[in-house]
């Protein structure tokens, strides 16, 4: 599936995004009508492509080698392509619609189909998942530079681990670090364009890890020190078959980023460069998952934890193990950082167009701007260091809120249709793409509650 035709009138410069109007207001009046810097002459097609990458490969890539120890590498790398392409019918879906509607916006699509209430719903499932997911990626810096325990079980943390245990490298402490020389600083650019060399950096630490445990697998395999995985789930009865649709919510919920294409493709110089990038960007993060699983499994095999993070607290078996094994976490760690600003930019436009939605564009007002900022930075760092069990929480929320986000809502304005232009077949696939998303939600809220139900009824009283 390709990304929709764009006619010949819209390949303009997007220098503005906008014609000069002479008879046009010099205030925009709605949403929408910003005119954007006037020494900013387009996105770069190679900054477009980071900027979706990196909004791609967050946390969930930790969690792709379980994937791989339930399904085999068979299936779940066949698995990992098929939601690959189901993702770009998706992006096309949104983006041949808001042309048709000529909105710049998801949420302005929302509105253009459903009205208020259904931009309403799209700005607060933004909401729900970038909170939660921004709240885990400053859990899993704090873990991996503190430390945690865990079942009575203390990990130290790579700071504790090279200086011992201080008042300043303990969670509390660090984490306000890191927000207030990392996080804040890169919240504050008004374009997500800016952020386009974070992005690269955070996709190169991305390969980092994955480079560092390519090595270690072959390094491995020639010592003798790793079995043949399998190639197929082990399916011995009824619980077994069950237990392979629990993967089903990481595998929809890994290619989300539709949230954050409209304001990519907005800041694009040339409107026909989306389509590269989106191709560009899937085939890229596709590529580091299918390796990330194939090797993180391949290391592990059947000993791979639901985070394969946490199967680097151990001697590995190799030379330089503890080395190698901090590279790792401070590669991954380095990574989220980075990612954090990507992923905060749509959650401030949301929360700014959900609570102000009459307002002026929020580039242009300073105070505003400045204001939201500050609060959803403070609640993340709250929720980050006193509700550490949040992982929890977001399993239920998150996955339900992303997985609206990337296949329940294209698929539903597709079957809107309010300019008909959908065909059969794309009618056909949204309709898949809600079965799909409906059955994944199913079976990620009973899964995780009986779970929770097996962890509490084990629990000694």
Known sequence: MTIGNISPKEKRSRRGKQVVDENAPLLPKRRGEEGGFDEFNGASFTGAVFNLSTTVVGAGIMALP???????????????????FLTEASIEL????????????YGGLMGDAFGRFGKGALQVCVLVNNIGVLIVYMIIIGDVLS?????GVHHAGVLEGWFGEHWWNGRTFVLLVTTLTIFSPLACFKRIDSLRFTSALSVALAVAFLVITVGISIVKLISGGIQMPRLLPDVTDLASVFNLFTVVPVLVTAYICHYNVHSIDNELEEPTQIKGVVRTSLALCSTVYIMTSFFGF??????????????FDSDLGIPYSSLLNDAVRIS???????????????LRLNLDGLF???ARPLASSNARFASITIGLIALIFLGANFIPSIWDAFQFTGA????CLGFIFPAAITLRDRHNIATK????????MIVIAVFSNIVAIYSDAYALFKKNASTPE
Not at 70 to 81: K, M, R, Y
């Open 147 to 151: 430390g945690t325990s865990s079942s």
């Open 400 to 403: 339900t809120a992303a997985v």
């Open 356 to 358: 102000f939605p009459s």
């Open 425 to 432: 077949k794309d009618k056909i696939l949204s309709s898949f």
């Open 94 to 105: 949104l983006l041949r619609f808001s042309r048709a509607g000529k909105s710049v916006s």
């Open 332 to 346: 991954y760690a380095a990574h989220l950082m980075l990612v954090f600003p990507v992923v905060f930019y749509p």
């Open 66 to 84: 379980a994937t791989m120890k339930v399904l085999g590498l068979g299936l779940g790398i066949a698995l990992i392509i098929f939601m690959a």
């Open 298 to 311: 391949l290391l592990f095999g059947d000993n791979t934890l639901d985070d394969v993070l946490a199967n």
